[in-house]
């Protein structure tokens, strides 16, 4: 009897923003959204087209949050998971960017399933999102926005908004690190991450 051959994933490439506001008091909020899986995640979708990861980010971001006037810092982290999704067997990767918007007045996508969100500190934001596999990015996320705030307005990188260099060399799709073929089907935490209680988190399903 031949073994059972492994099935190498498909390999998809997503992109998607983390977005926080500066407070008053010299904090920041950061931003959740429901997803079409009723789950609290992140505005992130499939890369269009020739888009880089930068552009897809921002497009997705703008589009599923209603926000048009993001300010964009820079890349945060690529993050990687297989699941199945009708019948395939996905190794996806996620480039993550950090937003900052200076609205608070989010318009859900609701035609893509986008049907709240929540303006969060820190601690509640990583409380409350779903993924697991998406905790570590946010950390760092709020670790950059924590040194933007203490900057202050007016002091930030110029060229703010749609970056002018739209693909950073790091973050570039076709460099993510080869599949092993191994029929892992959950997300896969960040390695400084311990693993969430299951009846908190989810692994990404991951259709976006």
């Known amino acids: 009897m031949h073994p059972k051959k492994k099935r190498k994933p498909e390999r998809e490439v997503?992109?998607?923003?983390?977005?926080?506001r500066r407070q008053p008091d010299r904090s920041a909020r950061f931003l959740l959204i429901r997803d079409p899986y009723e789950h609290w995640g992140l505005p992130k979708g499939h890369l269009e087209g020739a888009e880089s990861p930068t552009e897809a980010a921002t497009r997705e971001t703008e589009e599923e949050t209603g926000l048009n006037d993001l300010r964009l810092h820079g890349p945060i982290r690529i993050?990687?998971?297989?699941?199945?999704?009708?019948?395939?067997?996905?190794?996806?990767?996620?480039?993550?960017?950090?937003?900052?918007?200076?609205s608070a007045e989010v318009v859900p996508q609701v035609e893509e399933g986008i049907t709240d969100y929540r303006w969060l500190t820190l601690e509640e934001a990583l409380e409350t999102l779903s993924y697991d596999n998406a905790r570590g990015v946010l950390k760092r996320a709020g670790e950059m926005a924590r040194t933007l705030v203490a900057v202050g307005p007016g002091r930030h990188k110029q060229g703010g908004g749609r970056s002018s260099d739209p693909r950073p060399a790091e973050l570039t799709p076709s460099a993510p690190p080869e599949d092993s073929g191994d029929e892992e089907l959950l997300a896969e935490p960040d390695p400084e991450e311990p693993a969430p209680s299951p009846s908190h988190s989810v692994a990404s399903p991951d259709g976006r």
């Open 14 to 20: 997503s992109a998607g923003g983390i977005v926080f």
């Open 79 to 102: 993050i990687d998971w297989h699941f199945r999704f009708k019948g395939r067997y996905i190794h996806k990767f996620c480039h993550f960017f950090l937003y900052e918007s200076p």
